[in-house]
């Protein structure tokens, strides 16, 4: 049973253009989410992340929003660069459970390509 | 510079011996982790410990082994008992039970039988 699911495995998108990443999850416990970025043959790498009592956090490039009564977050790029071309995983933790944002379950990842 | 170190990068396995990954950290985190990767499934938690000669199992325990004798290594062990071992194996630790701590991983071991 996948509990977070990004149903889009690659997307495309032009430099200087935004790129929306999406994740869906079922399991109403989780409370705090994080995105990764990985190149193949690498550990992933923490993005962003953000905790259910917010519905937005921003770095720079990098926005997550997130909807609780959907089970939905999405992770806006913008505006995408040729590097920020690699596998982009959705995590998700339940920390009221388990006291810590250490057991994270992650989705199938989504391939982005920027394209010149 | 602190972070997390796995070897071997490439570690091949004959049918029916048991292989041994390591993971070593020198970050201070209380926390390890080892995750398998494989194409279209993201990543597995296998096993996890969150505190020296603490460990649980994940998701995917069946087949593998961990030990946590020191707070800086978390060696994996892929037995023979595993069916399907051939995989992207990924290291990580996190500081502990720090709300808004995150995750950090190895570079990955992969490993394949043959």
């Known amino acids: 049973d996948q509990q977070v699911k990004q149903n889009s495995p690659s997307l495309s998108v032009q430099e200087g253009r935004i790129s929306i990443l999406n994740c869906d999850y079922t399991n109403s416990m989780f409370d705090y989410f994080l995105w990764y970025k990985k190149y193949p043959a690498e550990g992933p790498t923490f993005l962003i992340s953000i905790s259910s009592i917010k519905d937005k956090n921003e770095d720079g490039r990098f926005t997550v929003f997130l909807n609780k009564s959907a089970k939905h977050l999405s992770l806006h790029i913008v505006p995408s660069q040729p590097g920020d071309s690699a596998v982009y995983f959705c995590?998700?933790?339940?920390?009221?459970?388990?006291?810590?944002?250490?057991?994270?379950?992650f989705g199938t990842g989504t391939r982005l390509q920027v394209t010149l | 510079d602190g972070g997390i170190t796995q070897s071997p990068k490439y570690l091949f396995r004959k049918e029916g011996q048991n292989v041994t990954l390591s993971c070593e950290q020198n970050l201070n985190h209380d926390a390890m982790y080892w995750y398998r990767q494989d194409p279209g499934q993201g990543l597995r938690l296998i096993y996890y410990?969150?505190?020296?000669?603490?460990?649980q199992k994940g998701d995917i325990a069946e087949g593998y082994s961990v030990s946590r004798e020191k707070k800086e290594s978390f060696p994996l062990t892929v037995t023979s008992a595993q069916k399907n071992p051939t995989a992207f194996y990924l290291c990580?630790?996190?500081?502990?039970?720090?709300?808004?701590?995150?995750?950090?991983f190895g570079e990955g071991s992969w490993l394949t039988v043959v």
């Open positions: 995590a998700a933790s339940a920390l009221r459970n388990t006291g810590t944002a250490s057991k994270l379950t």
């Open positions: 410990s969150q505190i020296v000669n603490d460990f």
């Open positions: 990580a630790s996190s500081p502990g039970s720090v709300i808004g701590n995150t995750i950090y």
